[in-house]
């Protein structure tokens, strides 16, 4: 996480679910890269998001009940997961 999660309200919120947040700031992040081996996962959420809004279903919410929404959700889950499969 970055700093923008940064937030005492939701560290204690985190920590009642038995998570333990990691928040560094950039600058903390590039000196252990520099240090070590460590490699970032900052955008591993947006990138998410970018595959899914190829659907345009999702994209723009059409769907008037929310099942239909969450179906084509997963459906567009298991085809990106499914193209990560074949293409690598």
Known sequence: ???GYEAEWLEAYLKSRRYEPHIQSRKEESDAIRMTDFKAHR????RTRSWMN???RILTLW???VENYE???HFA???IVWNKILLG
């Open 63 to 65: 769907e008037k009940k």
């Open 1 to 3: 996480m970055d700093k």
């Open 54 to 56: 190829r659907f345009r």
């Open 77 to 79: 889950c298991g085809i």
């Open 71 to 73: 179906a084509m959700l």
């Open 43 to 46: 955008w591993v959420v947006e």
